[in-house]
């Protein structure tokens, strides 16, 4: 079956940096694209990031450009997420999801994910 394992999450103090990344198995991953999402506290699911099926195009939520850079190793069947300069208001749940053709910022689009991850940024 198709999974998707998050990890890398953490508590980190505002200014500081994490990587997270999502393992896909059980499916043929170069031929998805792949979105990171988050929620946090009393919030909706909220787009962050997505790279497409070769890595070669990227798009970025606006609360998030410049700072989070996605990428993705089709041989290791992985895709990341660096995070830095974290703030306080990026403290959320981090998903990834699995989406066949090309990046969408649709969550509703994504025909899997991951369980997420925990980052906490204080201030």
């Known amino acids: 079956q198709v999974q998707l394992v998050e990890s890398g999450g953490g508590l980190v103090q505002a200014g500081g940096s994490l990587r997270l990344s999502c393992a896909a198995s059980?499916?043929?991953?170069?031929?998805?694209?792949m979105g990171w999402f988050r929620q946090a506290p009393g919030k909706e699911r909220e787009f962050v990031a997505a790279i497409s099926r070769s890595g070669s195009s990227t798009v970025y939520a606006d609360s998030v450009k410049g700072r989070f850079t996605i990428s993705r190793d089709n041989a290791k069947n992985t895709v990341a997420l660096q995070m830095d300069s974290l703030k306080p208001e990026d403290t959320a749940v981090y998903y990834c999801?699995?989406?066949?053709?090309?990046?969408?910022?649709?969550?509703?689009?994504?025909?899997?994910w991951g369980q997420g991850t925990q980052v906490t940024v204080s201030s």
């Open positions: 059980g499916l043929t991953f170069s031929s998805r694209s």
């Open positions: 999801g699995a989406k066949t053709g090309a990046t969408s910022q649709r969550q509703n689009l994504y025909d899997y």
